[in-house]
């Protein structure tokens, strides 16, 4: 039997998106949920050093409708909602010896600010996020499906919107074939089923955009070194930086997001049931093998792919290894 899910859609904020005075209100409306999330974190840091139960839900409601923060109710929900999600998994993951893993203690200036699907107001052309009571809604110029369940405004080299919408994820199939996937840094990855059947996707487009991210933002470094800090001409480099930055990001990821579907694309032609990746991580050479080979080690992203392949797997119902 089929089981809903969720699945994102990425729109990125520009100046066409918003209406006059539209990024100061989103800059402080991502102050205001940082407060709340700080509020949250200073609860939880007082309940450890009194060895009290931690904050649930019902204290952490009444604690921040005390303060009466510039946010839609159900926004401020959401947001200690997440920060109970991190505690528990946090907790888990201590608990099985990773110790490393932190409760949350460091302040926030910005965090994303979220909005639950009742909550949004989608009309053909333009949605309607709320602000609270008294204040003006925050209307972005965005067309965004009909059935979207919630969407958070983030910062990431730029504003965007990530937008979740309800996913049908197939059931495990019971019987099938075997397949395995090689990761590589050169070529993405190498596809091999037990029927004899095989598949290897280039990454050579990857490979191509990092290089020409680390000349491009390089020659932005060696210009900005001659600058000085906070003139004018160093603020438009650093400007430049972040706009550069953001384009190869969304070149790598749409990239990354092609050669993983092809490969379950494959797989699910093949009738593969139990998907097995490599992890590669003890790939990585920890000795000198000059600067150029050590950096496109360093850039290669394979935690992504993995992360990709194990959703799109699931999706279509084949057993991630």
């Known amino acids: ?91 888990e993951l201590r608990s099985q010896g ?36 008294g204040r003006k809604p925050l209307v972005l110029k965005l067309k965004l499906p009909s059935n979207a369940t919630g969407c958070k405004l983030v910062y990431k080299d730029g504003l965007e919107l990530h937008v979740s919408i309800p996913a049908t994820k197939q059931p495990k199939l019971k019987a099938g074939c075997n397949a395995c996937i090689d990761l590589g840094e050169v070529h993405h990855s190498a ?3 037990d029927n004899g059947a095989a598949l290897l996707i280039s990454g050579r487009g990857i490979r191509s955009i990092k290089r020409e991210q680390n000349m491009i933002l390089g020659q932005i470094a060696s210009k900005r070194s001659k600058c000085a800090k906070g003139s004018r001409r160093y603020r438009k480099l650093c400007a430049s930086r972040v706009k550069h930055s953001a384009r190869f990001t969304r070149r790598t990821r749409d990239l990354r997001h092609k050669a993983t579907r092809q490969a379950i694309n494959f797989c699910k032609q093949e009738g593969v049931a139990n998907l097995f990746v490599g992890d590669p991580e003890g790939t990585r050479y920890r000795k000198n093998v000059g600067r150029h080979h050590a950096q496109r080690m360093s850039q290669w992203e394979f935690g992504i792919d993995r992360k990709y392949l194990e959703y799109k797997s699931g999706l279509e119902g084949i057993a991630y290894t």
């Open 1 to 91: 039997m089929a089981v809903k899910t969720q699945a994102t859609i990425i729109f990125r904020i520009q100046q066409r998106h918003v209406l006059p005075d539209g990024f100061r209100q989103m800059r402080e409306a991502r102050k205001e949920s940082a407060k709340v999330w700080n509020q949250c974190k200073d609860l939880g840091v007082e309940a450890r050093q009194n060895e009290t139960p931690w904050p649930r839900d019902k204290e952490l409601q009444a604690a921040t409708k005390v303060v009466g923060y510039q946010l839609h109710s159900q926004t401020i929900q959401q947001i200690f909602y997440t920060y109970l999600a991190n505690i528990d998994t946090t907790t």
């Open 98 to 133: 990773k110790l490393d893993w932190k409760y949350p203690w460091r302040d926030k200036y910005f965090y994303p600010v979220l909005w639950p699907g009742q909550a949004m107001t989608i009309q053909q052309k333009q949605v309607s996020l709320p602000m609270g009571r």
């Open 191 to 193: 596809v091999v089923v």
